[in-house]
DNA sequence: AATGAATGAGGCTTCATTCAT
DNA sequence: GATGAATGAAGCCTCATTCAT
């Protein structure tokens, strides 16, 4: 990490023709929210010690200042970041309506959701084994953690009744287990692919790989749910 | 700081009569050892970026700059961790020899195994995660590393054929991905065990559970895997 | 950091039809006011340098703007606090007519007001101690210091001079000496009384000791005095 | 204090035809002892916050990491600082024999010994003028410091007990009592004459007052002592 | 083979202050 | 008159590593 290389933020992002006022000099929000964009790559790629707080400022519109400015120190700054990334995920998961889907139907859609959304934020599954080596630390500080958690239990708790019920699903599973399970499956081939694609010469998240491993991860899901 | 505090291990309490060599004063493979052990400690609870050589050397016989001496650099010491503990599970796997039990058997084995590994060696499991935050790319220096994943390919392709072979289990499956998905139930629940049990209110490598997890694995995997 | 914590003094509780003026929403006098008192505390337990701006700010009715607004700078403020402190005290010590009394009575009257007032007033005498350390750099800005003086030394010099025509009092005692005299013995105890208390397991200034070493200064002062 | 003013050490401390070797490039002790020396005056000059770290580096022999590497931290340095300077008069204070001198004579000498060391000792008075304002916190971590106070106590209990004894002296005076009255004197006029300077137009250190002083400072004792 | 002492470079954080409205 | 947002400069400290014996 070179000092000077100063990696370019997306300009994409901006919505050009959306109005034509100058940009207000004074937004917080945005700045704010630049600041967490930029730490969030820093900190899943480096890792909570590994990341360097003048690396974040100088990708940053800002100053190093502004961090602590806004977040209070370094790892202020990585709980705010933990927090966002958890939340986006569990805020997709209930856009997620399982439903109104017929059992398999809906476990299905939740598997594959699960594996999408893993495959897509490697960020998110770095930042959660970054946690992991800090002994989740940080993420008990975040006070919208552990409700946000409940929902996902919830859904797989109402498939598995209604499975249960329609003599589709076995009655032995327990929700929790079973997210866990689904989880597992989701998680690891990305969180560990260079190691696995060191050992074995194949990069289990390449995306030549995907479309078998998805099918492969619902498959193993239902057959293991299925009467 | 507390600078006069290193932990030290009593310093050789004279073993008089132990053997009539005459007692050597440095013994360069013990100290080695000792330094290494310390250090596959530090390593899997800190991070690489967040273990610190200090803390190493002062929970070690030595000082800081034996560690030098031996292993050249901080870099050069987590390699040699890493090439340990990596060496440690393959050559169990070895051990366990499946090819004379029946298919189902067999792998049935050969997931217990897995499982219970990963239960136990939390500091390899800590460490492979580390690993894969910085790309694999330690793990690629060490150059025993790759043959010997080999082996457990050949076990589990050794395993598929013969179930299919005796109808017991499906054509289509892969071994890399059979290993694939039984190292992901294995290593999911101990490597993210603080932010699930945050989340969720239950440790999913706690002991109460890790029987019924157990058996949860086998059973998936069996019923992945069954015709 | 804390940053929403700022101990907030209520704003104003609405006092609605106290009198007829059109309630004024701001009041620089009661600000300044509430600047001075707090930053009188935030010096005299911090010292000039260890004072911190945004710790006085957090505990005033305004804003740090203000003090800037106000006060120009930390040294003008702590000037500020400076004068407010010095002028009380010399403004006491007027109101003390000892010249209606003997000697011996008027002299006992101005050390038990001087004891008196350092051993309630301990701000007062953090801010000398301070301020000496800073080798009275800032007080010397203050231009009704030097005046106000004057007076005590005046007090002192006729008490003396009486005494002396009435031959209760030596000849060769020096005003400004004898009132560096009074100084130490009260100043001391207080200023000192930390170190004084750890080295000798008593605290000079506790109220247990007070009556005692009061009449043991009036004592000294007076036996130094007197023929 | 301008960057790279590096005010010199005075250099004729060195004793200059003692050896002809080499001075050791590796003297821990000559270091330590050099550290010690520019942070005394750092400390007792600026104050404990207002103390910079690159200062006392840049007058020392050595560089700023090695400030950490001895005394840990800022305030580590502070406290040796402290304990040698505290250490220093209570050393001396024990050479002076007073128990072989008459009472009057060697309450004379203890006083005139107070007031030649705070006299000459400007650093120490505001050492612990400094401590005092962060309420004698660190001193307290130090530990050699309650026992070597004891000792100053124990002297005066003597001479005020030869002397009830031989009718020289009042029997109701307590010894801590007239130490702290002695120190009072002693310490006020040092360290608190800054703003007695500017007040009164009169600099109390001042080496035209100092006979002056002290011939006060004796005979005050001396008459409060005094049957 | 072994080691106590030393260190340059860079890390995180906090300070008093000013900008722009 | 009043203010939320922003900041350059400097502060203390820790890191992995090497020097000299």
Redo the contacts between chains.
């Keep these: 990490m070179k000092k000077g290389s100063r990696a370019t933020v997306p300009e994409h992002i901006e919505t050009p023709n959306e109005t034509s006022e100058p940009r207000r000099k004074y937004d917080p929000e945005e700045t704010k929210r630049n600041i967490l964009e930029v730490a969030t790559q820093e900190f899943s790629s ?5 990341a360097r707080v003048d690396a974040i400022a100088e990708r940053t519109n800002t100053t190093k200042r502004m961090l602590y400015y806004y977040f ?2 370094k790892e ?1 700054l990585y709980e705010a970041v933990l927090e966002k990334v958890y939340g986006d995920i569990r805020a997709l998961e209930q856009d997620l309506k399982v439903s109104d889907m017929s059992p398999i139907d809906g476990l299905r859609s939740l598997v594959e959701f699960t594996f999408d959304y893993h495959d897509k934020h490697r960020d998110f599954v ?1 930042l ?6 800090h ?2 630390r940080y ?2 500080q975040v006070k919208t ?2 409700n946000r ?1 409940a929902t996902v ?1 919830h859904t797989i708790e109402d498939l598995l009744a209604r499975g249960v019920a329609s003599g589709d699903f076995r009655e032995d599973i327990d929700a ?2 079973l ?3 689904i ?3 989701c ?3 990305i ?12 990069d ?1 998240s390449h995306s030549r790989l995907r479309a ?2 998805r099918a ?2 619902v ?2 899901t239902l ?2 749910v299925k009467k």
Excluded at 128 to 133: D, H, K, R, S
Aim: glycine residues 12%.
């Design positions: 480096m890792g909570l010690t590994g209070g120190s202020g770095r959660v084994t970054i946690e992991n080596i002994g989740a993420i008990e953690f552990k958690n239990i929790i287990d997210h866990l399970l989880s597992s499956m998680f690891h081939r969180a560990n692919r260079h190691t696995f694609g060191t050992a074995f010469g194949r289990p078998r491993h492969m991860i498959d193993a057959r293991f």
